[in-house]
């Protein structure tokens, strides 16, 4: 299933602006609000559908992440990916995302549908919670990713990431129509 535009609008919960209504755009504002009302993420340290630009064989592509959560110095610690489907089948796309986002890799990525999530260790690749309760406190959060150490990407570890990223996209993200949704 892709996402499709409603031809209407809806209030986005982060900026307050007008954006388009689609077939997942209503979930994703349910998940933000979750973050920053019931886990106590601070609402101006989460940017939405931040671009995650790479290239793959000379072609450049971008594909966006629907929310990145930044520290107090701008870096990026979490990052959460929506999906329609099943959660499990988009834990390896997005903890590659997880290590190919900007000024990254981050420690710790959720990818959820807003009924199951998995919270993944970014380092090993491996889910280590799994439901909705899954989604950390944000408290807890800062307290998991101040124990982790994270390097930068090889070159060589960055192309092969960016490769079965790009073949995700190209499977689960790429395949709706001409990748306008």
């Known amino acids: 299933m892709h ?3 409603l031809g209407g609008t809806l209030r986005d919960y982060l900026s307050g602006d007008e ?4 077939t997942f ?19 101006d ?7 995650l630009s790479y290239s ?21 610690i979490f990052i959460i990916m929506f ?14 995302a997880a290590r190919l986002v900007d000024g990254g890799p981050v420690p710790y990525a959720l990818v959820t549908d807003t009924m199951d999530a998995s919270l993944m260790d ?10 909705m309760d899954a989604v950390p406190d ?10 982790v150490e994270m390097k930068p990407l090889t070159d060589e570890q960055r192309e092969k990431q960016t490769r079965v990223f790009h073949t995700y996209c190209g499977f689960v993200y790429g395949t709706c129509c001409s990748e306008s949704c």
Do not use: H
């Open 3 to 5: 996402e499709t535009s």
């Open 19 to 22: 954006i388009d209504e689609t």
């Open 25 to 43: 755009e209503e979930f994703r504002q349910l998940l933000v609000k979750l973050l920053v009302e019931e886990k106590g993420y601070p609402k």
């Open 45 to 51: 340290r989460i940017k939405a559908k931040v671009l």
């Open 56 to 76: 793959v064989d000379g072609e450049n592509f971008e594909r966006p992440i629907d929310y990145v959560l930044y520290d107090e110095q701008g870096k990026p």
């Open 83 to 96: 999906c329609a489907g099943n959660v499990g089948t988009f834990e390896r796309e997005t903890v590659c």
């Open 122 to 131: 970014v380092k090993s690749g491996e889910r280590i919670a799994w439901s």
């Open 138 to 147: 944000y408290a807890d959060l800062v307290d998991m990713v101040a124990k």
